[in-house]
């Protein structure tokens, strides 16, 4: 029996140690070589967290930095005694079978091992600590506020010092600390709402879950004007929660200035007999289908503003993405879009009332409507 067992340990090792077996060894460890650089590169790009654009991403980035080189130090030198444990203590041919010198027991060593851990995993939490109400607490000196928003499926900004909305295209100035104070669509308001989001901007700031009748904070502020940066509801929120992307757009504070005083100018009213002016009509009534204006709000410096259940488009070419910022704003898109949302973004209007509906548009009424939309400058 003892031959036999000998027999079969001597040819799994040699089998162990065929060409064949270490070359399918070798396609393995490079195979998750390659996947891991591929994990690593997928972290590059416009939504990096690596590449931080201002200071409340760089602060918890720095942190990052510090945290991946203690633990770098730590797995070298815990992989270095499994090594050196698995070498130094290996089965020799002439061992007689007698155990190494057994550390169980050993008081001194015991502490030390408990006491290096807990003295570790206390410089990572003070700085954390520190950094998680640094970059909550408010800004100190002036700071401007914008009230976010989460609808499905889309974000709503509200500039209430300006008294300004806009949607899906976040509007900054560079160098100025931005507070945002947000919340998910209250379901009073929206039947189909009330579902948790979660606001991310990687190169701007950390993420932080929107929720119904909750406000929660986060702040944010780009180092340089003229950039944009992409972001994305990071909660997942439904049918088309991967549609649901954000954009945040810098300027100096010339061009801010400007932006605001352009964004609280009423709509310009069409000449009358123009296919604007028909499209304008249309916008607030489409007779038995529901009318755009029952959704949407087009400020005209009259009525009171405020919110719509989809996005306010006083100033919609102000903007450069549209539905969700996931389209370019151009003609053919939004001519696109108007004869079948459904198609450029799904949503569950059909279904459980929340998005665009299809509302069967001829190519006449779609004309007249394109021809309004690209008005609302």
Known sequence: MRDRTATRVATGRARSQSP???WRRTRVVTGMLLASTSLLTACGGDQSSLDPAGPYAQEPHDLITIVAIIALIVFVLVQGLVILAAVRFREKS???GSLPVQVHGNTRMEIIWTVVPAVILAVIAVPTVQMIFS????PDGDFLTVEVVGHRWWWEY???D???YTANELVIPAGTPVRL???AADPARSPDQGVIHSFWIPRLAGKQDVVPGQTTTLNLEANDPDQTFIGQCAEYCGLSHVNMRARVRTLDQAGFDAWVQEQQTPAAAPDAGAPEAEGRDLFADLGARPACAQCHQVWDGEAARSPGVGPDLTHLLSREVFAGAIHDLTEDNLREWLADPNAMKSMQYEHNGI???????????IDALVAYLLTLE
Do not use: I
């Open 135 to 138: 970059t909550m607490d408010e």
């Open 158 to 160: 509200y500039y209430p």
């Open 162 to 164: 300006y008294d300004v």
């Open 355 to 365: 998005g665009m509906p299809n509302l069967d548009l001829s190519d006449d009424e």
């Open 94 to 96: 002439d061992d007689d």
């Open 181 to 183: 104070e947000m919340t």
């Open 20 to 22: 064949r077996n270490r």
